[in-house]
């Protein structure tokens, strides 16, 4: 089984990864909620702006890059995950197995989040339709390729994927149009989803089956930050890499969005998108390496972080599994109980309730994390 000799003991506590993870599920789980309620009482429209998705093919947002960046800190988190694997002796069927178990999972989860699959009805259903199930997806080319594969295979695959998916869209026609297209609802990754998902596909303009390939390659560039960090010492050594592969990556999304005329669009996960995402994601990974991995000192100020990040699959569930109303399980939970109080607060009611919502929820999650009970998948 290929393995690149780390530099330094696998053991080594990294706190920058879980740190961006929580900062991202912070965001997910309440925190846009409570920023938006904030800038609609304030007036703030670049800001009500920069949090909501951005239209197809419009400039995108904020918002835009919390689930590229989930998939990406998927990718840093393995090289370690994979280390600690084999500094424990488990064999490649035993690894296998996790990888499999650990897909399969994240798949029916999507399903139960955004599938319908609690209402036990086919009809109503979704199959692939999930941020969890390109998580999966990603997961998978990506564990493959750190098992049985070095660095420079998985540089391989990754460049792979993105000219793949670049050329399927790019020189592919289907059912009588063209190719080159990128219009909503008429693309190859969409006709792709409708014919092999049928009736079980949600009937938005997001594509999944065929853009495996870019939630492989942006989790298999999420691992070249990872193994930037685990095998390169603190300091410029680590910032460099970091920093030139963000503007590598941005640089190589503005030439396929420029120069091979292919925009950048989030539904479809286009390869310019995956490309200038990705290179987002570097920068942030630099940022939070630089705040929290160079001092122990600052280790406590990642806590608020780290406790959204230790439990960033259960707090998902909480946030964006239907409840009742047409509220999530945990605003099932929290409007009641925190609406009357948030009235009195008038036009600033909404921000109040959000506010005590994301408050409760971290009331929760710390209370786990001091028990360090953690839901793993």
């Known amino acids: 089984m290929p393995n690149n000799p780390p530099t330094q003991p696998a053991t080594r506590r ?13 965001l997910l789980a309440g925190g846009a909620a409570v920023l938006q309620a904030l800038a609609a009482t304030c007036g703030w429209e670049p800001l009500q702006h920069q949090l909501t998705h951005a239209g197809w093919g419009a400039p995108l947002t904020c918002w835009d890059m919390v689930m590229p960046l989930f998939i990406f800190i998927v990718g840093a988190g393995m090289p370690f995950a994979f280390a600690k694997y084999r500094s424990v002796g488990a064999g490649t069927a035993r690894i296998l197995w996790r990888i499999a178990r650990r897909c399969l999972l994240l798949f029916l989860l999507g ?4 599938g319908k699959l609690a ?30 594969g070095g660095l420079r295979t998985q540089i391989c695959v990754c460049l792979g994927c993105l000219l793949a998916y670049w050329a399927a869209l790019h020189f592919i026609p289907y059912a009588g149009q063209p190719a080159g297209l990128y219009l909503p609802q008429q693309n190859l990754a969409i006709w792709i989803d409708h014919r092999l998902q049928g009736h079980w596909q949600d009937g938005t303009p997001y594509s999944w089956i065929l853009t ?32 030139g592969a ?13 120069v091979l005329h292919t925009p950048l669009i989030k539904h479809i996960f286009t ?14 990974l630099a ?27 259960l707090a998902y569930l909480l946030t964006e599994t239907p409840g009742l109303a047409g509220h999530s399980l945990w605003s099932s939970l929290t409007t009641p109980l925190f609406s009357g109080l948030a009235r009195h607060a008038g036009p600033h009611a909404p921000f109040i309730l ?14 786990l994390y001091t028990r360090r009970i953690f839901l793993r998948v």
């Not at 979704?126 to 997806?137: M, R, Y």
């Not at 963000?246 to 420029?258: E, P, S």
């Not at 959000?354 to 209370?367: C, E, N, Q, V």
Request: aromatic letters at 10%; hydrophobic letters at 60%.
């Open 14 to 26: 990294i706190v920058s990864i879980d740190a961006l993870r929580g900062a991202d599920m912070l």
């Open 111 to 114: 399903m139960l989040v955004q």
């Open 119 to 148: 209402t036990a009805d086919p009809a109503r259903m979704s199959l692939f339709c999930n941020t969890l199930q390109a998580i999966a997806e990603g997961y998978l080319i990506a564990a493959l390729c750190l098992l049985f």
């Open 212 to 243: 495996a390939l870019s939630f492989g390659a942006l989790t298999l560039l999420g691992t070249l930050g990872g193994q930037i960090i685990r095998l390169r010492p603190r300091g410029l050594r680590t910032l460099l890499p970091l920093l």
């Open 246 to 258: 963000a503007a590598g990556c941005l640089l190589a999304g503005q030439f396929f969005a420029g």
């Open 271 to 284: 390869t310019s998108m995956t490309l200038w995402s990705a290179g987002w994601c570097f920068a942030l």
């Open 287 to 313: 940022l939070f390496h630089l705040a929290f991995d160079f001092s122990d000192l600052l280790h406590k100020l990642a806590t608020p972080l780290l406790v959204f990040g230790s439990n960033a699959i």
């Open 354 to 367: 959000a506010l005590l919502s994301l408050l409760a929820l971290y009331g929760l999650l710390h209370f």
